[in-house]
């Protein structure tokens, strides 16, 4: 019996870096809300006498939090696309997060793309059905 090669280890190591780069990313979020925090707090002590609508330093806070939030769980669902592909489980799963990646800049779209061309081979879904 011929065994065919296929790229799912490769896949396996580009979605590991995924995940830590997404991790990574997470980081200019925290420093967005921080500036946020930092606007808030110097609001708050200005000895100006005219008041502004709103407190803008809390949307800074609110987006910051939301992407922290985001980067997070993405990083962690790439990250288990790898497990996954290593163990050839969760088909689905490993074909939902690929889609996903297509809406996260360039590299989750090559890395989506690229993943969506693989899995629809024959001998790669035989792999994960057995």
Known sequence: METKSNNLNTFRILYLIKGILTFCFSLFF??????GFFVNRAIEHSEQPQELPFNFGWLFVII????????????????LASKYIKETKYYNFIYAIAV????????????????????????VKGLFNK
């Open 30 to 35: 925290f420093i967005y809300a921080c500036i």
């Open 100 to 123: 996903i990646n297509c809406l996260t800049g360039i590299l989750g779209i090559l890395l989506g793309v690229f993943t969506l061309i693989e899995l629809t081979k024959e001998d």
């Open 64 to 79: 910051g939090g939301v992407g922290i939030i985001a980067c997070i769980v993405l990083g962690i669902l790439n990250l």
